[in-house]
């Protein structure tokens, strides 16, 4: 006697909707914070002057350095800078025309807390189209 083939059992369209929307959100570029309700880093500002890409930042913690990477979109290269903690912003020269940067600053402390991967916790990214 053979088994009858059954079908794969399909997702009903709530766990699919909710899929969709859990992959949707980790997509999209993260939201402005004002300084009253900034989590622990965030991106004030970021806009384009000539060829020029200028990010600003505001962290809430007393952050050892500051880490800022950027990518030309499409492309495998990424750029970094360690800044110390008195900085809150930072220029990236020669951006090209019709090209999409994400944009990365990362709060550092000093030293790497227990069970975390690194010193570089709070992040807060952008994504700009020139």
């Known amino acids: 006697m053979t088994k009858p083939n059954r079908r794969p059992r399909m997702r009903s369209g709530s766990t699919t909707l909710a899929l969709g929307v859990a992959l949707a959100a980790g997509l999209a570029p993260a939201p402005?914070?004002?300084?009253?309700?900034?989590p622990r880093l965030c991106i004030t500002d970021v806009h384009i002057d000539g060829s020029t890409l200028h990010v600003a930042w505001s962290g809430n913690e007393p952050f050892a350095n500051y880490t800022v990477y950027w990518e030309r979109q499409g492309t495998i290269e990424i750029r970094t800078q360690n800044l110390g903690p008195d900085q809150s912003a930072f220029d990236i020269p020669d951006v090209r025309p019709s090209s999409s940067y994400r944009v990365q600053v990362l709060g550092c402390g000093g030293a790497t807390p227990w069970l975390a991967d690194g010193p570089c916790g709070a992040v807060d990214q952008r994504i700009i189209s020139t």
């Open 32 to 38: 402005a914070y004002a300084d009253d309700v900034c």
